[in-house]
């Protein structure tokens, strides 16, 4: 093996490590919310957690993928400090006029997403921590510290659990708790990272860098956008046609198959970007993957429809099993990973890859939307998952119709 090669599967161990630990806590997170609190108040956090990922992404724009890429590229330190000192002034713009606009219309936009104001509310703070501790776990990861990157992972889960268990001593049961249990651990590893990344931090803006990372970030955000909406929409309209109790239920599914699953795609996918950003030929890598995926198929199903049983046991009797709605989210934890791992390498190509990405996920959230509309109403929970298998299978194939085509 090269050195390249042992360097990629020795940042694979420690994020491996720090993910599992991490998951363990979560793992723990959830089933206690979704079993204490009941399908209905552990719905009501899902969807403050779902418009959260709305209101964050024009906060963003797609800036931290773009500053892991141009930071990888080259380990210059004081170009990394202008990347990332760049890209956290643009950040820190977006926030606060995003965040005025939240606030002016707040009831208006409340109403568009039926949740109560308050909760509508929440979901902005929700999104300035997550933003918080977002950006600087990635900024570890642009600069190649992945062993600071795992040790601070292997924490974040913990930092959920203990205030649940502390609200939940208190009786204080409402899907606020699990709310506040959140917010506080987003703000610790906020904190945390930032102790470790602060000498690259420098009030310096360099607009070349800007116009450079905007231009890239502009089709990661068009992305992003439609990564939320074909993640995310399916859960409001559960709510809108359906119950709020359904929501919870819908995303223990998703919870116990894809978020599963998608844990080995993850621990792939963070240490891939950055290794392969400065490697042009992408070929060996592509047909690697294309290796893989007979194996992912044939396993990864069964293996989620295993995790999916033992995992909506433990969340308790208001979560039943259902072996059709287990399959289909199996199909499409599978097929997740299987984009997952394509978009990481496009990615790593600069703007062409980020085009491809951008109207893979484009056409995803369209057919989704379509699909979830159309299928919710007529068959429940089946439909909401089914329009997602059917948006990732439309994606996917863009993808390989792109690449044997033109890369």
């Known amino acids: 093996m090269s050195g390249d090669v042992k360097h990629f599967i020795t940042n694979i161990g420690y994020v491996g490590v720090g993910i599992i630990v991490s998951t363990f806590f979560s793992f723990m997170f959830n089933i206690l ?7 209905t108040e552990y719905g009501k ?4 957690q779902s418009i ?12 931290p993928t773009a500053m892991v890429k141009y930071t990888s590229e080259n380990k210059d330190i004081d170009r990394q400090r202008t990347v990332i000192s760049t890209s956290y002034i643009l950040v820190s713009i977006c926030v606060f006029f995003f965040t005025i606009i939240y606030y002016i219309y707040s009831k208006q936009i409340s109403e568009i997403f ?3 104001e308050e909760s509508f509310k929440l979901a902005i703070i929700f999104a300035h921590l997550f933003i918080f501790s977002f950006i600087t776990t990635n900024t570890l990861r642009g600069v190649n510290e992945i062993k600071k990157y795992s040790k601070i992972k292997s924490i974040y889960g913990l930092l959920q659990l203990l205030p649940l268990i ?6 204080h ?17 906020g904190l945390l990272t930032f102790q470790s990344i602060k000498r690259y931090i420098r009030f310096k803006f360099e607009l070349p860098w800007a116009k450079t990372l905007m231009n890239f970030s502009l089709f990661t955000a068009i992305s992003d956008i439609s990564f939320v909406i074909y993640t995310n929409t399916d859960k409001l309209l559960i709510n809108k046609y359906m119950l709020v109790e359904n929501v919870g239920l819908y995303n223990a599914y998703f919870y116990s198959s894809i978020n599963v699953i998608n844990i080995f795609a993850g621990i792939i996918s963070i240490v891939l970007l950055p290794t392969i950003s400065k490697y042009e030929d992408k070929t060996p890598i592509f047909k690697r993957l294309d290796k893989f995926i ?3 198929i044939v396993l990864g199903i069964p293996f989620t429809l295993v995790t999916e049983y033992v995992i909506l046991n433990i969340f308790g009797k208001d979560y039943p099993f259902n072996f059709l709605l287990a399959f289909l989210f199996g199909v499409t934890a599978v097929m997740s990973v299987w984009y997952l791992l394509y978009v990481s390498i496009l990615t790593s190509m600069g703007i062409k890859g980020a085009k491809i990405n951008f109207m893979s996920t484009v056409i995803i959230a369209i057919v989704n939307i379509i699909l979830d509309i159309y299928l919710i109403p007529i068959l ?6 089914i329009a997602t298998t059917v948006g990732y299978c439309c994606g996917i194939s863009a993808i390989l119709i792109i690449r044997y085509r033109a890369l």
């Open 33 to 39: 919310s979704g079993r204490i609190f009941g399908p």
């Open 45 to 48: 956090f899902v969807l403050v």
């Open 52 to 63: 959260a990922m709305f209101l964050q992404i024009p906060m963003l724009l797609g800036i």
């Open 114 to 116: 039926s949740i109560a």
């Open 166 to 171: 502390l609200f939940i001593y208190l009786t």
């Open 173 to 189: 049961i409402s899907y606020t708790s699990i709310v506040y249990s959140i917010l506080i651990s987003d703000a610790l590893i």
């Open 294 to 296: 007979p194996y992912l």
């Open 380 to 385: 429940g929970l089946n439909g909401a998952i």
